[in-house]
């Protein structure tokens, strides 16, 4: 079983940056599928962005070229870097993790990101 938790999110004014961290416990995560998602109120949760276990990085539309994620595998931890922040991009983010071999992951108890001056 994994657990995940999410820190770094917060009130942070437009074009801001705001960096997230996600700390994985109960198993390495160094060969998972990685990612964030995001849930604005009234919305499906969407992607953000994302690290496939075979490498790589994938990234939602809306936040390509301003979000940046990475791994630290000695950590056991994900990162999100975001920059120039938008109104739009206030929603909760969740962290993710899915081991290779499965269908369905793990997921953290998500972190408020507020954009607003």
């Known amino acids: 079983q994994v657990q995940l938790v999410e820190s770094g999110g917060g009130l942070v004014q437009p074009g801001g940056s705001l960096r997230l961290s996600c700390a994985a416990s109960?198993?390495?995560?160094?060969?998972?599928?990685v990612g964030w998602y995001r849930q604005a109120p009234g919305k499906q949760r969407e992607l953000a962005a994302q690290i496939p276990s075979g490498g790589g990085t994938v990234y939602g539309a809306t936040v390509k070229g301003r979000f940046t994620i990475s791994r630290d595998n000695a950590k056991n931890t994900v990162y999100l870097q975001m920059n120039n922040l938008k109104p739009e991009d206030t929603a909760v983010y969740y962290c993710y993790a899915r081991p290779p071999q499965l269908a369905t992951g793990y997921w953290g108890q998500g972190t408020q990101v507020t954009v607003s001056s």
């Open positions: 109960g198993s390495g995560i160094g060969g998972y599928t």
